[in-house]
Nanobody, 118 residues
Framework: VQLQASGGGLVQAGGSLRLSCAAS????????MGWFRQAPGKEREFVAA????????NYTDSVKGRFTILRASAKNTAYLQMNSLKPEDTAVYYC????????????WGQGTLVTVSS
């Protein structure tokens, strides 16, 4: 499985960005695709996830109502639409994939940097 993340950049507080994670290497109907982030000096944290098969969504509380995770099954691509961005959203964002039956993410893309200026 290969994951390719893109879409990061510099944005002002209150702005929006859309991250993409293009997946390849297998059929993902039994996988969960997730977004994580790591801010400077902090551990990597979960942001959002979507079950590829049935579309079940999960978000961390700090992004609920602002971020939306989407999937385009035909393109094997997951998106993270980020609105109302805050300086504390500044981090390197990573996409990951795991089987629905697994607790741990087995595959990771490279990170994409999101910087939100105040």
């Amino acid at each position: 499985v290969q994951l390719q993340a893109s879409g990061g950049g510099l944005v002002q507080a209150g702005g929006s960005l859309r991250l993409s994670c293009a997946a390849s290497g297998r059929t993902f109907s039994t996988y969960v695709m997730g977004w994580f982030r790591q801010a400077p000096g902090k551990e990597r944290e979960f942001v959002a996830a979507i079950s590829w098969g049935d579309g079940t969504l999960n978000y961390t509380d700090s992004v609920k109502g602002r971020f939306t995770i989407l999937r385009a099954s035909a393109k094997n691509t997951a998106y993270l639409q980020m609105n109302s961005l805050k300086p504390e959203d500044t981090a390197v964002y990573y996409c990951g994939a795991r089987k629905v039956s697994d607790g741990e993410y087995d595959y990771w893309g490279q990170g994409t940097l999101v910087t939100v200026s105040s």
